[in-house]
């Protein structure tokens, strides 16, 4: 499965990584195809979302080594109890073999005790006989069933013999089965504590930095509500200000000289401002929405948890204008932005 067709979920730095090169082999087409200034300001977003990507999957990596820890430790103990299942079934089994093997020595004693004593009644009816041939020759003959019986009873004991050695064989492969599994035990016990251990670890971990995101989310509503509040202030002294310059206009009207312009306010064609004013206003609200627009994408950012929360510095920013002296020429002469739109009242 590529690295576009895997779930969200299961994503990983080295699927973004994937998705990085295939992208790269992409636009390389694209500028073969159609040249460089079609991609321009394309790229530098694509690299963007990725690094934002990367990110976010790297924050997901604890949660996924915790549950892959879990499943190794619940795959550890199924273990154990296997392990320890089968060694108590060959114990049982030793112990039937040791039970059926001292039940064949006790079948092989009675039947020797038995031969015996036939052996002896055998011997008292030989001795009774009248006929020493007949009784010689019945001797003979009882002493041939009765050493074939021994022969027999040799042959059986020795395979008894033989199959005892066998099953003492087994019973020693058993137990030195039973001693590496419970090696084996106890390497997988160690195995499970240590697990354990870093599990509690890592969830230890996620629980601190979910409480450290929680702090930061907070930081930046109060970073929000102090941005938005200065946004007021500063529309609030601008309105102020410009209410305050248009009612200064009349009283300009009426103190102009010989030598000034005055300009009726309702004529269309009148006088506004020249084209060096016009260029500077210009310059300044584009500087101004450039800042403007550098501080919403840092709030955007701060938003989305991409960079980290650093302690906010309060600046003092003066809004009022400076108040001029009326002894200072300098600053009687100086001019604001918003004056030079209207520098043709002025002498």
């Known amino acids: 499965m590529s690295a576009l067709e ?3 979920a299961e994503l990983t730095v080295m699927d973004v990584y994937d998705i990085a090169a295939v992208l790269g082999q992409e636009f ?8 460089c200034e079609c991609l321009v300001g394309v790229v530098p977003r694509v690299v963007r979302v990725l690094e934002l990507l990367e990110v976010l999957v790297n924050r997901g990596t604890p949660g996924q080594e915790t549950e892959e820890l879990r499943r190794e430790v ?7 109890s296997d392990r320890y299942e089968q060694e108590r079934r060959h114990q049982k089994e030793i112990e039937q073999v040791e039970d059926v093997w001292r039940g064949e020595v006790q079948d092989l004693l009675s039947q020797i005790t ?9 011997s008292v009816s030989l001795s009774l006989k009248e006929s020493p041939i007949c009784e ?7 002493g041939r069933k009765l050493q074939d019986l021994v022969d027999k009873q040799r042959d059986e004991i020795r395979a008894k ?25 106890q390497d997988l016990l160690h195995k499970v504590g240590v697990m354990e251990a870093k599990g509690k670890t890592l969830i230890q971990r996620k629980t601190e930095l979910e409480a450290a995101a929680q702090a930061q989310q907070k930081e930046r509503g109060a970073l929000q509500m102090e941005i938005t509040k200065l946004r007021k202030e500063l529309q609030e002294r601008e309105s102020q200000r410009k209410l305050t310059e248009l009612e200064e206009f009349p009283s300009l009207e009426h103190t102009a000289g010989p030598n000034q312009l005055v300009v009726d306010l309702t004529d269309p ?7 060096q004013e016009l260029k500077e206003v210009l310059q300044e609200r584009n500087q101004l929405k450039a800042q403007l627009m550098v501080a919403q994408e840092e709030l955007q950012l701060y938003k989305s948890g991409i960079l980290p929360q650093a302690e906010p510095a309060m600046v003092e920013v003066n809004l009022d204008p400076p108040a001029a002296t009326e002894h200072d020429p300098a600053t009687i002469n100086e001019k604001t932005t918003i004056g030079k739109l209207f520098s043709f009242r002025r002498k």
């Open 6 to 8: 895997r779930p969200a």
């Open 136 to 142: 010689q020759d019945q001797q003979d003959q009882e």
């Open 28 to 35: 390389e087409r694209v500028i073969d195809k159609f040249g």
């Open 114 to 122: 038995q031969l015996q004593a036939e052996n002896k009644r055998l």
């Open 269 to 275: 064609n009148r006088p506004r401002f020249t084209m």
């Open 161 to 185: 013999d033989h199959q005892l050695s066998q099953r003492n064989e087994d019973i020693e492969a058993l137990q030195m089965q039973q001693h590496r599994l419970m090696n084996m035990n």
């Open 74 to 80: 619940d795959r550890l103990q199924r273990e154990r």
